[in-house]
Nanobody, 119 residues
C-alpha cells in the first residue's frame, strides 16, 4: 500500500508565500510524474503544476511565474513553492502521482491541504 501525505497549507495574506510538501511512502519502485491539483468550492479540480522524474515541468497559466514545483527523488517528495499569492489561489491543494508498487501502478492522491489567501 502506498500513500501521499501533504503538509504546509495555512492562512496567508495576499502577496505572501507558502511552501507545500507531499511525501510518498510505502513500497515504491518508481514514480514518474508528480503533480499538484487544487479545488475551490463549486469548482472542478484543476491541475496546478506537474514535474516528471527528469525535472520537466509544466504549469497552469494562472500560476506561471508565481509558483515553482520541484521534487526530491531520493525522498519521493514533491514541493510547491507559492509566491505572490492571490485570494483566487484559495483552495484545497492535492498532490497526485502514479506510483509503481507491488501489483502494478497505483494512482495515489493525498488527503489535501487547505490554502487560504485573505487579509
Amino acid at each position: 500500500q502506498v500513500q501521499l501525505v501533504e503538509s504546509g497549507g495555512g492562512l496567508v495574506q495576499p502577496g505572501g508565500s507558502l511552501r507545500l510538501s507531499c511525501a510518498a511512502s510505502g513500497i515504491i519502485f518508481s514514480i514518474n510524474t508528480m503533480a499538484w491539483y487544487r479545488q475551490s468550492p463549486g469548482k472542478r479540480r484543476e491541475l496546478v503544476a506537474a514535474i516528471t522524474n527528469t525535472g520537466t515541468t509544466n504549469y497552469a497559466d494562472a500560476v506561471k511565474g508565481r509558483f515553482t514545483i520541484s521534487r526530491d527523488n531520493a525522498k519521493n517528495t514533491v514541493y510547491l513553492q507559492m509566491n505572490s499569492l492571490k485570494p483566487e489561489d484559495t483552495a484545497v491543494y492535492y498532490c497526485h502521482a502514479p506510483i509503481l508498487t507491488t501489483g502494478g501502478i497505483t494512482g495515489a492522491w493525498g488527503q489535501g491541504t487547505q490554502v487560504t489567501v485573505s487579509s
